[in-house]
């Protein structure tokens, strides 16, 4: 029982990290029908952000800060301007296969411009453990935990209880109305993707000091990411939340249980069925787009 306990705390921890990038797929999907299937290297890249201003002797915070500025200014606003908006106007398909090339060229960049090895990456918590319920948790999965959950909760409220966030939500929902409205519906297509690269910053903070900083990392975190939004709901914000918990908790459950082996095999066994038996996801809804 202190087993699966574990394992369970350890897949919110987990799931959390999911849920952060796979929210960033949703937004960018509800608002301009982008999938970005760069998202994962785009969680890779801001630790190497952050780690060039480690290494100009800068504090961890101030280092993250710049991380998330940087990110946002190239993964977010230089993203949407160079790269979307040529590409999205030939259609989904054209940018769905010009963020794949994104993707190898930015993991072959870091490969090659700043190292093939896993470097270090310090924790903002402490790595001592505490007991939980009879299991031994590390306080660094705890703070994790607790921050990407305050990041979900804060991007939820300023969804539902600012006049921006409601503006973003009257675009996603449909554009064409919100313009005759006088929402400004560029200026919030921006904005989500400025949301989302902070987000896919955050999560890089994160998750780096657990798996180490490698090139490499983007390719595991933004597939179980994309499964997490699809299995979830792929237009809903909280069933991207939903599916990064449920991936997280499943794929921990299963490297203990069943086998390391197939570990990468039980997301998309789970993605499989989903789609087949409810395709548009545990919490998403049904819709239909002209083509």
């Known amino acids: 029982m202190e087993s699966l306990l574990y394992l369970v705390l350890a897949g919110l921890m987990t799931g959390a990290i999911y849920a952060l990038v796979a929210i960033g797929f949703t937004l960018l999907w509800q ?15 801001p630790a190497f952000f952050m780690l060039v201003a480690l290494n100009l002797k800068l504090p961890l915070w101030l280092a993250i800060l710049l991380g998330v500025g ?37 993991k072959e960049s870091v490969k090659e411009f700043y190292s093939a090895e896993a470097q270090r990456f310090p924790s903002l918590f402490p790595e001592q453990k505490v007991d939980v319920g009879g299991a031994m948790i ?42 005759i409205l006088g929402v400004p519906v560029e200026r919030m297509i921006l904005l989500t993707f400025a ?12 998750v780096t000091p657990i798996y180490l900083a490698k090139f ?11 499964v997490a939004a699809i299995v979830g709901g792929f237009n809903q914000i ?9 991936l997280g908790i499943v794929d ?15 997301p998309l066994l789970i993605l499989i069925v989903v789609i087949m038996v409810r395709p548009q996801g545990l919490l998403g809804r049904a819709e239909e787009r002209t083509v």
């Open 252 to 266: 921990n459950i299963a490297a203990a249980y069943v086998s390391t082996q197939y570990r990468a095999a039980i």
């Open 238 to 246: 909280r069933g991207a939340i939903a599916g990064g918990f449920l």
């Open 138 to 179: 590390s306080i660094q999965s705890i703070g994790v935990f607790l921050v990407a959950i305050a990041a979900v909760v804060a991007l939820q409220l300023f969804l539902s209880r600012t006049r921006t966030g409601r503006s973003m939500q009257a675009v996603a929902q449909n554009p064409t109305v919100a313009r």
């Open 70 to 106: 940087v990110s946002i200014l190239l993964l977010g606003l230089a993203f949407k301007r160079l790269l979307v908006d040529p590409m999205l106007r030939h259609g989904v398909l054209p940018l769905a296969i010009a963020t794949m090339a994104l993707a190898i060229f930015l």
């Open 31 to 45: 608002t301009s029908q982008t999938i970005n299937f760069a998202q994962g290297e785009f969680a890779m890249l």
């Open 195 to 206: 949301i989302n690269a902070a987000l896919v910053a955050l999560a890089s903070a994160l």
């Open 216 to 226: 490499s990392n983007g390719e595991v975190l933004g597939m179980a990411a994309f």
